[in-house]
């Protein structure tokens, strides 16, 4: 697991190499190239260079499977919630992008490079437990006995997600519905990158016994129970790049050519190869309590089983195919725009979401997004 976190640091650094180069260079053209239409033409024309900021809240689904030892069945049985409600993943990441798109002057070409981040982080800690009394008879008299019944199950997730884009395009829409309109088919490269993080923790005593018993003509009371603990670790994680394709358009439905809104929508796919790979350790113990001739005496705990352990260390090669799209509305001024949309993008069986075997899983990000971009 540590290689894994070393592999994910070293690449970190790369992609933040990788989208300051390649920013700087389209600030640089973008510059040059604005300076020159300005020298050429002695007019500032349309904006050559945007620049675009944006958060999203996104809905999170797929990645692992749960972490249920033998004894979870017990825990239900006693009447406490499964362990399963403590595992449920936080629901939505919350992330930031950015993109920068170049538009040369006197051409309908596009370039743009856009990165887009996301994480989200949580824990829960659930507790139970009950007193649970027995009364019974022996040798005619009465007796009442009490057990502490407790289930506790402590969870932490973490998730990020980055998805990098190049891509370069043409504007094929001029004037197709009118004056502002356009429509870019653009193609290029994506780069995608999940990681998954899990600390599970259980703790269960959920069943009890009673044994009466006469020793000597005395009565007395032998009380059972069984201790179980759960410890569960696993680290997941995508990389990957490939060819992409896009096709983003814009309609304006009101306001005059100097500002107003319009409908925006797009969609795009791509094929990523790249490497799955999962890492974990899971332990199961259990203990057999007997508390003999009454409460006075201190109690005997010895192993019910030889605790339980395994551990995985998988990486496979994968292809991961992607879907998506969007859907939004835009105030536009003539260097400006703030939009509001819906967008999701759909990664399928990229993750390894297993725990002793391999299982297949899907990532997959959907929610509303806000940005805002400047024109220079």
Do not use: C
Not at 54 to 59: A, D, T
Not at 214 to 234: E, K, L, M
Request: hydrophobic share 35%; no cysteine; charged share 20%.
């Amino acid at each position: 697991m540590s290689e894994l976190t070393t592999e994910q640091m070293t690449a970190a650094n790369l992609r933040r190499y990788w989208l300051a180069t390649a920013s700087s260079l389209i600030l640089a053209a973008s510059i040059g190239s604005a300076n020159s239409a300005v020298a050429a033409s002695g007019e500032d024309g349309r904006p050559t260079l945007w620049i675009e900021l944006g958060s999203q809240l996104e809905r999170v689904d797929g990645g692992q499977n749960l972490f249920m030892p033998p004894f979870s069945d017990s825990i239900v049985e006693a009447g406490f919630e499964s362990p399963a409600v403590a595992q449920t993943p936080p629901r939505y990441a919350f992330g930031g992008e950015v993109k920068l798109t170049l538009t040369p002057e006197g051409t309908d070409w596009v370039a743009f490079v856009a990165v887009r981040y996301g994480r989200s982080n949580g824990k829960k800690h659930m507790h139970e437990q009950r007193a649970v009394e027995t009364q019974f008879m022996v040798l005619g008299n009465p007796f009442t006995a009490t057990q502490q019944l407790a289930s506790d199950s402590k969870t932490q997730e973490n998730e990020s997600h980055e998805v990098l884009d190049f891509q370069a395009g043409k504007d094929v829409g001029l004037g197709l519905f009118g004056r502002g309109t356009f429509s870019v088919i653009s193609g290029g490269i994506r780069f995608a990158e999940f990681t998954s993080k899990s600390k599970d923790d259980l703790i269960a005593r959920p069943e009890y016994g009673f044994i009466p018993k006469v020793f000597f003509g005395i009565p007395f009371v032998t009380s059972t129970r069984y201790d179980y603990h759960g410890i569960a670790q696993n680290e997941r994680s995508f990389r990957g790049i490939g060819p992409s394709l896009a096709w983003d358009a814009s309609l304006p439905v009101g306001g005059s050519e100097d500002g107003g809104f319009s409908f925006d929508w797009g969609i795009n796919a791509a094929v990523l190869f790249g490497r799955q790979k999962s890492a974990g350790h899971h332990q199961t113990t259990a203990y057999h309590y007997t508390q003999k001739y009454g409460p006075q005496r201190r109690p005997r705990y010895v192993p019910a089983y030889t605790p339980k352990s395994a551990n995985h260390d998988r990486s496979r090669s994968v292809v991961v195919p992607n879907i998506g799209g969007f859907a939004g509305i835009s105030l536009r001024w003539s260097n400006a725009k703030v939009s509001l949309g819906y967008r999701g993008d759909f990664f399928f069986s990229a993750m390894d979401g297993g725990v002793d075997t391999r299982v297949s899983k899907d990532r997959d990000f959907y929610g509303p997004f806000a940005s805002i971009a400047v024109g220079l």
